[in-house]
């Protein structure tokens, strides 16, 4: 079977994969008979690797060819599942290597390894010419983030980062359609947005599963308890709020198309004694190009799991609830005395599906008083999303890969290094206990801005010492 008669082949089986229910079909990607087949690497199979490969191989005429990881319990993991996919790969330890002897048979790169490296990794598949989708947050070192956007620059290449709900269709339809292009809520003066977990340990694995500690220390490690759990050790990772809130602070920048003037955050390594903070409280504030004041709160548990996560914005005319999973965040509702009758007209919202946190609100016994405002009957969004959460993130990478075409890209390093910004700026907040004040320019890369190799080297090794 040639490249053309496979793709033919994926793309009808493709019709009994579940779909978007979109309100218009162009929200979706169409991969046509002229696209030829994407045969794609993966830097990095541990939890999130493993989730975006399988999105990977759902999505129509894309091939894994080669994989790399250090841990050689995840690369067998990771060949045996692909081969009984029917993915014929060839597995790696270093990066270099790969990419190196499978150049010719790879035509983009997945990087789903710590933050730490993500522009390491990236940076070296771009000048060798591969684009690249790369795991949120760019970097838990702004330097290094800001060698990615000069990276994709001076390629040229697409470099798509996993803010995937970029490419989510219900939240595209909610924040450029209900918010944004309906001005549905009028203006939107406050936002607030979540993530909680509950207690867990540090991640174990049983002793003959680790990796010899001469490997660990050739990639940076100094043993498998930074190795499993790097999210919470500062020379690896930027602690739960970067790593969660990146992911909805994001949102803030999406729906006020603006970055904020300042963040003013507590915290701290109150309950592990972890080196990162296991709990984080954030206020941005935000000044529209109109020059309104607007603020965001954001709030980072792990150690409680009350209300999972999800993101609100409020507005002068009524509010909206959102969330990765919709039974957490599905709800608009207009304030009292406003009518969205015309807007469910429209089908920017349906009716016909009541909220079930406002019935539970509605239907109490307890008397409201003057100092309470009236619930409002509320409505749903008329999207979903059906896939899983990163495929259309991912089929947005592809869909610019077989373009040629960075500019297709829902969430490009320019866009992403924005929002990096903000949440290492609240870990500095937390840390040196006082608001850190923005200046615009620090969002952006200047345009005559050059890539120093000796400088990004020599950080590196201060990094890694």
């Known amino acids: 079977m040639n490249r053309r ?22 929200n979706d990607v169409v991969i046509g008979p002229d696209d030829d087949q994407l045969n794609i690497a993966i830097i990095g199979y541990g939890a999130e690797g493993e989730i975006l490969t399988d999105d990977c191989v759902k999505c129509p005429g894309v091939r894994v060819r080669a994989l790399c990881d250090i841990w050689p319990y995840r690369r067998q993991m990771a060949k045996g599942r692909l081969r009984t996919l029917g993915h014929q790969i060839n597995v790696y330890e270093d990066y270099k290597e790969m990419l190196d002897k499978e150049d010719k048979n790879i035509d983009a790169v997945v990087v789903a390894t710590p933050d730490w490296m993500h522009a390491e990794h990236a940076c070296y598949c771009l000048r060798k010419g591969k ?12 330097s290094r ?69 001469e490997t660990l220390q050739k990639y940076g490690y100094e043993n498998m308890e930074q190795f499993l759990n790097w999210r919470w050790f500062a020379k690896y990772g930027g602690g739960p709020m970067v790593d969660l809130g990146s992911h909805q602070i ?83 509702a207009p304030e009292p005395g406003k009518d969205w009758t015309k807007f469910a007209k429209m089908g920017i919202l349906n009716q016909s599906k009541a909220p079930v946190a406002l019935q539970v609100e509605r239907t109490s016994d307890v008397a409201v008083d003057a100092r309470v405002t009236k619930a409002a009957a509320g409505l749903a969004l008329p999207v979903e999303l059906n896939k899983p959460a990163h495929m259309p993130h991912l089929e947005n990478f ?49 345009a005559d801005a050059k890539h120093d190799p000796q400088k990004a080297l020599g950080e590196q090794q201060k990094k890694q010492a």
Not at 6 to 26: E, K, Q, S, W, Y
Not at 131 to 142: D, I
Not at 166 to 188: D, F, K, W
């Open 131 to 142: 684009p690249v989708y790369c795991e949120k947050e760019m970097s838990n070192q702004l």
């Open 5 to 26: 008669d496979f793709l033919r082949a994926t793309t009808a089986a493709a019709t009994v994969l579940p779909t978007f229910n979109i309100l218009h079909a162009d």
């Open 398 to 446: 592809f869909l610019a890969v077989r373009r040629k075409d960075p500019k297709l890209l829902n969430c490009d390093a320019e866009l992403a290094y924005e929002s990096a910004v903000a949440v290492l700026a609240a870990n500095r907040s937390v840390a040196e206990r006082k608001t850190i004040y923005f200046k615009p320019e620090e969002f952006r890369i200047p």
């Open 145 to 213: 983030a800001r060698e990615m956007v000069l990276a994709a620059r001076e390629t040229g290449l697409p470099l798509q980062i996993g803010h995937q709900r970029r490419s989510n269709p219900r939240y595209m339809h909610a924040i450029n359609t209900v918010m944004r292009g309906n001005n549905v809520l009028g203006r939107i003066t406050h936002a607030y947005a979540q993530w909680n977990r509950s207690v867990a340990p540090f991640t174990t694995v049983k002793p003959r599963l680790n990796i010899p500690i």
């Open 250 to 332: 994001d949102l803030f920048f999406w729906v006020w198309d603006c970055a904020p003037v300042s963040v003013t955050a507590i915290g701290g390594n109150d309950y592990y004694n972890r080196q990162m903070n296991d709990n984080v409280m954030a206020i941005y504030e935000f000044k529209t190009k109109e020059g309104k004041i607007n603020r965001a709160f954001y709030q980072v548990l792990t150690t409680s799991s009350r209300g999972g996560f999800y993101e609100q914005f409020m507005g002068e005319d009524g509010y909206l609830t959102l969330s990765e999973i919709s039974a957490r965040g599905n709800t608009a």
